[in-house]
Nanobody
Framework: QVQLVESGGGLVQPGGSLRLSCAAS????????MGWYRQAPGKQRELVAA???????RYEDSVKGRFTISRDNAKNTVYLQMNSLKPEDTAVYYC????????WGKGTLVTVSS
């Protein structure tokens, strides 16, 4: 079993920045890829960014150049640095970990509004 706890969400003005953190505990040795997904009201959950244990990354097109995913394997933590935030980035952001199973955090709300 893997437990994921997100933090760092909140209210930010357009153009602002936030950093999300996701701390993993439990059977962390089994985790390969970790990522961030988001779900806006009335929309499906979508992949925002993902990173493998080796550091390979991928991003959803709309966040490329604005968001950066990173991972500290020693701290079992993955981060999502979000810059130049837009109102359309408003969503609940979920941390995800993939091993033989898929694990999800409970989510953290990011609201981009003036």
């Amino acid at each position: 079993q893997v437990q994921l706890v997100e933090s760092g969400g909140g209210l930010v003005q357009p153009g602002g920045s936030l950093r999300l953190s996701c701390a993993a505990s439990g059977s962390i040795f089994s985790i390969n890829t970790m990522g961030w997904y988001r779900q806006a009201p009335g929309k499906q959950r979508e992949l925002v960014a993902a990173i493998t244990r080796g550091g390979s990354t991928r991003y959803e097109d709309s966040v490329k150049g604005r968001f950066t995913i990173s991972r500290d394997n020693a701290k079992n933590t993955v981060y999502l640095q979000m810059n130049s935030l837009k109102p359309e980035d408003t969503a609940v952001y979920y941390c995800n970990a993939a091993s033989a199973m898929i694990y999800w955090g409970k989510g953290t709300l990011v609201t981009v509004s003036s």
